[in-house]
Antibody, heavy 125, light 110 residues
């Protein structure tokens, strides 16, 4: 059974960098799956942040691309999210998840099947 | 890309059916068969209930079904039960290595 456990940064100050890690257990991160980040502002809908493959290939939401870096550490079986220059609008529950995708040139991003528990990140001074 | 459009709310009595629409464009919903649906209970992570337009993951009751016509996908919940009260989100591949969620629909069991 795949389990995803997220770190908990709690509160981040405006203009700083939000950092999250998702530890994967019960499955190797080097398997042929993709791994992604999603967020949900309080009382609002889901927003895809980005997706990464074990090779390091990344795919980002165009609206966040200039501020986001997703990376993978296969030795630790985890992947990470960094979102720089945060504002109050970045306050949200952040989720990590495993993603089904099919890549051959273009990458057809399909769906998320296993999700982490979610962690609320508040941007406040 | 813009979020896919869903009605904010839907409701039905126990045993009835409710259908939720998810409207996009020919660049996302209409262009690919990579539409999925998620159920989210309060305070919980979303759970996939339909993928690839019509497929159900193991363990998801067959009361949940998906379909697509043109740029609009639909989720139907038949035989509504109290535990089906939740928020539902669609998603779709949006071309050029992009992915988009719907705006979400709150389903109430009357």
């Amino acid at each position: 059974q795949v389990q995803l456990q997220m770190s908990d940064p709690g509160q981040v100050k405006p203009s700083e960098t939000l950092s999250l890690t998702c530890a994967v257990s019960g499955y190797s991160i080097t398997s042929p799956y993709y791994w992604g980040w999603i967020r949900q502002p309080p009382g609002k809908g889901l927003e895809w942040i980005g997706t990464i493959y074990q090779s390091g290939s990344t795919y980002y939401n165009p609206s966040l691309k200039s501020r986001v870096i997703i990376s993978v550490d296969t030795s630790k079986n985890h992947f990470s999210l960094k979102l720089r220059s945060v504002t109050a609008a970045d306050t949200a529950v952040y989720y990590c998840a495993r993603m089904m995708a099919y890549c051959n040139g273009d990458c057809f991003l399909d769906y998320f099947d296993y999700w982490g528990q979610g962690t609320l990140v508040t941007v406040s001074s | 890309q813009s979020a896919l459009t869903q009605p904010p709310s839907a409701s039905g009595s126990p045993g009835q059916s409710v259908t939720i629409s998810c409207t996009g464009t020919s660049s996302d919903v209409g262009g690919y068969n990579y539409v999925s649906w998620y159920q989210q209970h309060p305070g919980k992570a979303p759970k996939v209930i339909i993928y690839d337009v019509t497929k159900r993951p193991s363990g998801v009751p067959d009361r949940f079904s998906g379909s697509k016509s043109g740029n609009t996908a639909s989720l139907t919940v038949s035989g509504l039960q109290a535990e089906d009260e939740a928020d539902y989100y669609c998603s779709s591949y949006a071309g050029s290595n992009n992915f988009v969620f719907g705006t979400g629909t709150k389903v109430t069991v009357l």
